[in-house]
């Protein structure tokens, strides 16, 4: 009997192969489609490759729904893996697509918050983002254990056994964004991620730091996979210029690409040969497997596959030396070893100077505001709740009280009046108002330079909130709060009246410790 994709990922003699299969834009019919059709079942007779992940509107385009794609896979014995993201269904659709995902035998999800859409003709798609990657994950957990049909809990459905992944990234530029990164990733994995995938990158030194940091705060139990893209002139310059969001190709890197996109292969050689070294640099470093991606046909990944079963056990210390593009002045947790081009595991970074780009005086006021009138046994506290329940609408609270907060609010926040207040735990920034994903359980992976991958929005909010604890000596605290589900029940009523009656996410007693490594 063929072994489920958990089963091989609870084996860590064996190290896994996935490979990602790309939708196509149109029906199975399509051209396109019958090359990937065609890709697909090369893969499927491959013994070498463990799973094919199939993707969901990647980039932000309209695609065919992946399971068309993987029905034959499935069907045909070969473990699948299907992309399920935030950006095009709210959380009933998604919870509806999960049952049709199990109900046809689906049951290796990658949990992921998804690309902004992208511009087509007729303009840009509205996003949905009502969850993000942390509360899927959460769900399908739930689902997983059977989803309560009552607030009781006393009827449940049928368990799913849905295997969950989830995706991290550490190859970015500022301290401001590779933190809030690895405390999301601990959030995933809090709310039931079993395997991680990490993002498109081409250094040995993040990809040793992120295998370290896991092992050093109790996430080294999860199996992590390393992303192998295999990258060829044009794409190199693509993701040089950051028009995918969240993949980075350093200068160095871009130009020993166009170096070698003189050759007379057009560099094919080279690129397979690296793709290959970073599978026998993520095998050394003791990550359970690769996933390949950037293929579009299978003598290309046989190439790669045999190239890296000529190297020694050892060359990939070599190996680590060579792929080794950060970019100047780019952040690390721990000490850099100069000796392998890794990272000294029991060393942290020298410390950069406490940020204070997106501190000032707003901030300060907004924090001991809140610490006076929303913290739980406050005299302000007690008159809130108590005015706020026994006002004409508890919902609004008292109407100058309300006009107060709308106008205040608004002037200082920019805020949308969702209802369900998540300023304090973003260090007083709306994720409404300031993120386009509306993201409130840690940043998304698009970020680039420190900047939103969509244009308008400006630096991350995940990343200013951070600067701005950190100025503080506070930074430990992010993303300590309970993972946050906004509630759209309460929208357009008084947050601060919600907040102290209880009635908004804050009033979960699930939270991730403070984090003070």
């Not at 359970?288 to 990944?301: D, I, K, M, P, S």
């Not at 026994?390 to 205040?408: I, T």
């Not at 506070?474 to 009246?497: C, D, F, I, K, M």
Request: charged share 25%.
């Amino acid at each position: 009997m063929t072994q489920t994709l958990r089963e091989r990922l609870e084996q860590p003699s064996r190290f896994l192969v996935g490979s990602e299969l790309v939708s196509v834009r149109g029906s199975m019919t399509q051209q396109s489609a019958i090359k990937a059709r065609g890709f697909a079942n090369d893969l499927v007779a491959c013994d070498d490759i463990d799973w094919i992940s199939i993707t969901d509107n990647a980039g932000g385009n309209p695609q065919l729904a992946p399971t068309a794609l993987g029905k034959p896979i499935l069907y045909a014995g070969k473990e699948v893996v299907i992309h399920l993201t935030c950006k095009d269904l709210n959380r009933n659709a998604i919870e509806s697509e999960a049952w049709l995902l199990h109900s046809e035998g689906f049951h290796n999800i990658l949990a992921m918050t998804g690309d902004y859409p992208n511009t087509r003709g007729g303009g840009t798609a509205k996003p949905v983002f009502d969850i993000d990657s942390v509360a899927l994950v959460a769900k399908l957990a739930e689902m997983n254990g059977g989803l309560a049909l009552n607030e009781r809990k006393a009827e449940r459905l049928d368990k799913t056994n849905f295997t969950i992944g989830a995706v991290t990234t550490n190859y970015k530029l500022h301290e401001g964004e590779v933190i809030p990164q690895y405390r999301k990733l601990q959030k995933k994995i809090a709310s039931g991620a079993q395997f991680i995938i990490n993002q498109v990158g081409f250094d040995a030194r993040k990809a040793h730091e992120l295998r370290v940091f896991m092992d050093a705060h109790a996430m080294g139990h999860v199996p992590l996979i390393g992303n192998v893209y295999v990258l060829n002139p044009r794409v190199a310059q693509i993701f040089h210029d950051g028009r995918v969001p969240g993949v980075v190709v350093s200068d160095a890197l871009l130009a020993q690409c166009r170096q070698h996109a003189k050759d007379a292969d057009a560099g094919r050689q080279f690129f397979h040969e690296l793709a290959a070294k970073q599978i026998a640099v993520f095998r050394g470093l003791g990550y359970r497997g690769v996933y390949l991606g950037g293929l579009h046909n299978f003598a290309a990944t046989r190439r790669i596959l045999d190239i890296e079963k000529t190297f020694a056990p050892d060359d990939w210390k070599q190996f680590a030396l060579e792929i080794s593009f950060s970019r100047p002045a780019e952040y690390f947790f721990y000490a850099p070893d100069a000796a392998t081009g890794l990272i000294k595991p029991n060393e942290r970074a020298r410390p950069v100077e406490k940020a204070s780009r997106h501190t000032g005086v707003m901030y300060r006021i907004s924090r001991l505001t809140h610490d006076v009138m929303f913290t739980a046994g406050t005299p302000l506290s007690r008159w809130g709740a108590k005015v706020c329940a026994e006002s004409a609408d508890p919902m609004q609270g008292p109407r100058a009280l309300r006009v107060l907060e709308h106008a205040s609010k608004s002037a200082l926040f920019a805020c949308k009046d969702c209802g369900d207040c998540s300023l304090p735990e973003i260090a007083f920034l709306c994720p409404e108002s300031q993120c386009a994903k509306n993201q409130r359980n840690g940043p998304c992976g698009g970020t680039h330079d420190g900047r939103c991958e969509v244009e308008g929005f400006g630096d991350c909010i995940w990343l200013r909130a951070y600067e701005r604890l950190k100025h503080d000596g506070r930074e430990g605290t992010l993303l300590a709060h309970p993972p946050t589900v906004q509630n759209q029940a309460l929208r357009g009523t008084s947050s601060w009246a919600n907040h102290w009656l209880g009635r908004d996410h804050a009033a979960s007693p699930h939270a991730l410790p403070p984090d003070s490594k």
